[in-house]
């Protein structure tokens, strides 16, 4: 059948009650220093990817966080693990290890 | 006609530490309070921030040397007039009783918002949205809940707000939220807690720290964006919305329990006691005569201000700010 692109739109909205936070609690635990995120947005700054794609290291570590992991598995292959994040980030958070555990988890079903 | 050195209105951590350090100089002061006992508003909370603790071992600290005998406390005295004539001050209670005094320290203090008026947080609606203040009596054990599985703390509510008139930031209770969030954690470990926080505000010592430990230690959930509304659901539970403006995308949230960060504004008797005199600002604080130089004076003769009735403060901030006053007051009597 022809799709002419009518359909019901889903919701932006980020519903806590309905999200899974079994790979972020699994991340947490892999990555202790990823609680203490404050999203200031200094990793994001630095980034060498961002300059030249839409990745956004801080945006995936709040979808992560919200439970909101459709998306991010295409995106976190952008990061080229460069570690700049790393040396910028105020709360010392190991952003290299976030994403490389992020991609493991997001593997695993 | 002077019976009293000086007329300190307010007996809360101000009032207190005011009266203290003037008795210590030898000073006869007349320590009065509308409550029926003295700490005003250190009585509403349990444990105190950053360090936990005891706000009544405090204020056994703070009324030590109250019962000294250069002190007179007068309890359940609500002073409605306050007059300077000759040189002497008059203080009018609600029952024509006047006290005199050669100075007069305004220790008023500040009154906690009232969540009411926020009607959109229903507050007096919804029976699981409360107060900082009525959580405080959760946690000291007054008041006993059953375990929340979701706990949602809103910032600001009173606070840098138009809507309310208080475009003020009551810088408290940012750092009262971290606090809170860590006890009730500590109370119950398997709650999953989410702030909601325009701005975090940790400007004081270890406040920072605090903050990181709630979120390292504790695993409490900062979400930047300011809720909108509260709705009820069918299993008497409530709904949040909110904005998560760092991804830009609504949230939103059940929780079974709401607790509301209440802002600081002048007390009703700053209020009036600023309004008679004319030494209020547009807020409702009592006015010092110079923020930096002279921040313990009012524009009127042998008329002094202290603590929270001038502006929000923390309790150790309270305390250093009596204690300047009471010295202030010390050397205006001196060169009488």
């Known amino acids: ?109 | 006609m002077n019976t009293f050195d000086s007329i300190i209105i307010g007996a809360g951590p101000a009032g207190l530490k005011a009266a203290d350090t003037l008795a210590n100089f030898n000073r006869k002061v007349l320590l009065i309070d509308t409550d029926a006992k003295i700490g005003g508003k250190l009585n509403l909370w349990d444990r105190l921030f950053p360090d936990f603790s005891s706000s009544q071992e405090l204020l056994n600290q703070l009324s030590k040397n109250i019962n000294n005998e250069n002190v007179t406390l007068k309890l359940n005295t609500n002073i409605i007039s306050i007059k300077n004539n000759d040189n002497h001050w008059m203080a009018t209670d609600s029952n024509g009783n006047t006290f005199y005094a050669t100075t007069m320290i305004i220790a008023t203090g500040f009154d906690v918002f009232d969540a009411h008026r926020k009607e959109e947080y229903g507050y007096g609606i919804y029976k699981n949205v409360i107060t900082s203040v009525d959580l405080e009596k959760i946690l000291s054990g007054e008041v006993s809940i059953e375990t929340p599985s979701k706990v949602a703390f809103i910032q600001c509510v009173g606070s840098r707000d138009e809507k309310v008139g208080n475009n003020f930031c009551s810088k408290n209770c940012c750092i009262c939220a971290v606090k809170q969030t860590i006890e009730l954690k500590e109370k119950f470990p398997l709650t999953d807690i989410y702030c909601f926080y325009m701005d975090l505000r940790m400007f004081g010592q270890s406040y920072e720290e605090l903050y990181r430990r709630s979120q390292q230690d504790y695993g409490v959930n900062f979400v930047r964006g300011r809720v909108s509304e509260i709705s009820p659901t069918m299993d008497n539970k409530v709904v949040l919305k909110a904005e998560d403006t760092l991804l830009s995308r609504p949230l939103k949230l059940t929780a079974d329990l709401v607790v509301l960060m209440v802002g600081m504004e002048a007390s009703k008797g700053t209020k009036i006691l600023g309004n008679q005199l004319n030494i209020n600002n547009t807020d409702g604080f009592v006015k010092s005569t110079d923020r930096y130089l002279s921040d313990s004076e009012t524009t009127l003769k042998g008329l002094f201000v202290t603590g929270t009735s001038k502006r929000q403060m923390s309790i150790p901030e309270t305390m250093n700010d009596a204690v300047n006053a009471a010295v202030i007051v010390n050397n205006f009597l001196n060169t009488l």
């Open chain 1, 1 to 109: 059948m022809i799709s002419f692109g009518f359909s019901l739109n889903t919701s932006r909205t980020i519903d806590i009650d309905a999200d899974n936070f079994d790979k972020c609690h699994s991340l947490i635990n892999h990555v202790p220093s990823y609680k203490r995120c404050i999203g200031c947005g200094g990793c994001a700054a630095t980034c060498s990817a961002q300059q030249h794609s839409q990745f956004n290291i801080l945006k995936c570590n709040l979808l992560f966080r919200r439970g909101e992991y459709d998306t991010l598995s295409n995106e976190l292959d952008k990061c080229m693990l460069c570690g700049k994040c790393l040396l910028v980030c105020p709360r010392n958070v190991n952003t290299r290890a976030m994403i490389i555990s992020m991609r493991n988890l997001l593997k695993t079903k």
